[in-house]
């Protein structure tokens, strides 16, 4: 008979104990162990033929698929992709879903997971696909209210709300899904396992059912996952490498756009992101986030400077923006949104260590507009510029942006693929770039290389003009020469 057995699993990193303990001795992590009970299966010895068989059991015939086979008699073509329909999401995915396929979809509550996931199922189901849509959060009314809102969606798209994982094998085998949602993997438990629902075993065990359904069928999979407060996927590791992808959808809900990334994916880059905006009948792909981006910025006001991102391939221009006031008391304040608190206070330490700006008894505050989140080291020039232009009370002129890497010593360090990012910023009317100087003589050798071997009137000349930049200061000195004084000092 199988055994009952009690262990004590940890809710953050899922590490599993006999003993109850205050702080999970795995993570260090207090008051995360919660008691789970499940029926211990009969020990593989039990079973053999010997006692304490340790190694492989007896031969038992393995099915057709799970014979080795040789890698050059694979058929590549036997699993196409199949289009999402959401052309931000394909690109994400890396040209659409593979069939058989799981996805975990994670985002803060609110974000529009629920939303998007509503969108690709309705409109798979209108291309003619059969689609199963399981909801444990809303009831079958409100995603008939919320599917009111997006256009085009399929009529036919199955939808069902039930949070047991037994009740969904039942339709799943009589519809045979191309797709099929589960909204959420924390809300879905299993009769497996005792504990209650969203508790780390459930999650891994109900999506680790849902997941060999999904293989044996041939369906793909959506899973969509909560996020903790940390920023991580609730039911934490576990789910991460139990799916072929996981997305996570991004971005500050007071604000109408979003970023979907990969942070992992079997079958395609983790570089690209979509970028999508939440409108009144769901979202939207934003063809030019950098229009998007630079839509509202303010062009004369000191501390503002726009940087040439790049995020996988596509170049994004958004702007950062610095306030820089005098610190009424005692320790000045540093408050960051959208850039790193680190990276802030390097850079102000090096601006005040290797340029003439002070900056010890000032106040900082800056961000990153439109609620993006910067995390490339190539946004380093533009915020240390952003941050010189309020302390000079002098604007960055409206049609320059920045970009390149600063390091301790005050050197501005090379970036990666700079032409495409003059590229992005010459077409939304930038005419100067204040660039890395290593980029810039590089630049220079590669012109000079095209025009002796003849391909010069090929080789394309861009009317943005490249401004070297050797360090930090070189960059303060041309804002103090070029910078339009803003009158409030
Ligand atoms: P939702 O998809 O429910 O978020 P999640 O599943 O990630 O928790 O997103 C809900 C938010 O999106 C909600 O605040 C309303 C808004 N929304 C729109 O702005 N437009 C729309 O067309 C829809 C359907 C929702
Ligand atoms: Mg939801």
């Not at 009952?4 to 162990?33: E, F, M, N, Y």
């Not at 504990?195 to 999650?203: I, L, M, P």
Request: one cysteine or more; glycine letters at 10%.
């Amino acid at each position: 008979m199988a055994k009952r057995r009690t262990v004590h699993s940890c809710q953050s990193c899922g590490a599993q104990h006999p003993q109850w303990h205050g702080r999970c001795p795995d993570c260090g992590q207090w008051d995360s162990l919660v008691e789970e009970t499940y029926e211990a299966p009969r020990s593989a010895a039990a079973k053999g033929s010997g006692r304490g068989a340790a190694g492989l059991p007896a031969m038992v015939p393995a099915a057709e698929d799970e014979k080795p086979r040789r890698l050059s008699e694979i058929d590549m073509d036997a699993s196409p992709r199949l289009p999402s329909g959401e052309g931000e999401l394909d690109r994400v995915l890396g040209g659409g879903f593979v069939p058989g396929s799981v996805v975990l979809l994670g985002g803060d509550p609110g974000i529009g997971k629920s939303t998007l996931a509503l969108q690709v199922a309705g409109g798979l189901a209108a291309a003619g696909h059969s689609v199963l849509y399981v909801s444990g959060e809303e009831s079958a009314e409100q995603i008939r209210l919320r599917a009111e809102r997006l256009p085009g969606l399929g009529g036919s798209l199955q939808v069902m709300t039930s949070t047991r994982v037994e009740a969904l094998a039942g339709p799943w085998k009589e519809l045979v899904p191309a797709f099929v949602v589960v909204d959420s993997i924390q809300t879905i438990q299993t009769d497996a396992i005792e504990s209650a629902a969203g508790s780390v075993a459930q999650v891994r065990e109900s999506a680790a059912q849902l997941a060999a359904t999904a293989k044996k069928v041939g369906s793909i999979l959506l899973l969509i996952g909560h996020v903790t407060k940390d920023g991580t996927l609730a039911g934490p590791r576990v789910l991460e490498h139990l799916v072929d992808v996981v997305l996570t959808f991004e971005g500050d809900r007071s604000h109408a756009f979003r970023l979907l990334r990969a942070s992992k994916n079997r079958f395609g880059s983790t570089q690209e992101i979509g970028v999508l905006s939440m409108a009144s009948h769901g979202l939207e792909a934003v063809e030019n986030p950098s229009e998007l981006f630079l839509e509202e910025r303010s062009t004369r006001a000191p501390g503002s400077c726009v940087i040439p991102l790049l995020e996988g391939s596509r170049p994004m221009l958004v702007e950062l923006q610095a306030l820089v006031a005098p610190a009424p008391y005692g320790t000045p304040r540093r408050t960051t949104l959208g850039l790193e608190d680190a990276r802030v206070a390097l850079l102000l330490a090096v601006l005040d260590r290797r340029s003439r700006i002070d900056l010890l008894s000032q106040d900082v505050y800056a961000k990153a507009a439109g609620g993006v989140r910067v995390a490339e080291p190539a946004a380093d020039l533009g915020i240390a510029l952003a941050i010189a232009s309020s302390r000079l009370d002098r604007a960055v002129p409206p049609d320059t942006a920045a970009v390149g890497e600063i390091g301790l010593g005050g050197e501005v360090r090379r970036v990666s693929r700079l032409d495409v990012r003059v590229a992005e910023a010459e077409r939304l009317g930038f005419r100067r770039l204040l660039v890395p100087a290593v980029c810039h003589r590089e630049q220079l050798e590669r012109r000079s290389k095209d025009a002796a071997g003849g391909a010069a009137a090929t080789g394309k000349r861009t009317d943005c003009e490249l401004v070297p930049i050797e360090e930090v200061a070189q960059a303060v000195d041309w804002l103090e020469h070029n910078g339009v004084p803003g009158g409030f000092s």
